[in-house]
């Protein structure tokens, strides 16, 4: 196949720490608008975002549990997360992963949610 294009390697530039904490606090605003149905606070104060990964093209990826397994916005969840995401124009991708290894518990809430649900 001498005729065949050469393949264009993505050629990405890393992200500057200072690029990377404007997109870390953008992310976090997108996180914190996301509620639990059953629980008045967002799922960033709950607790519920175990890791987010972004890559060096912009590309994040997102470990996230719920409260109780058997959640009834289970099958939901994650693609409200990934929209609300995918709203910022830097962001290429999104993928959110429901992850339930470690257990989430209370003691993963944010002061913050700790005080809105009187639980101090």
Do not use: H
């Not at 904490?21 to 960033?44: A, F, G, M, N, Q």
């Not at 997360?81 to 910022?88: F, G, N, R, S």
């Not at 944010?110 to 009187?118: C, F, P, R, V």
């Amino acid at each position: 196949m001498d005729d065949a294009a050469p393949l264009d390697p993505q050629t990405s530039s890393p992200l500057s720490q200072a690029e990377l904490d404007v997109l870390t606090d953008k992310l976090i605003d997108r996180l914190k608008s996301v509620y639990d149905p059953e629980i008045p606070v967002d799922i960033y104060e709950l607790g519920l975002i175990y890791k987010v990964d972004v890559s060096d093209d912009k590309d994040v990826v997102i470990d996230m549990t719920l409260t109780a397994p058997g959640c009834p916005v289970a099958g939901e969840m994650p693609g409200w997360v990934e929209d609300a995401v995918k709203e910022l124009p830097e962001v290429r991708s999104c993928k959110v992963e429901l992850v339930f290894d470690p257990p989430w518990d209370p003691s993963r809430m944010s002061d913050d949610a700790k005080l809105q649900l009187n639980m101090f």
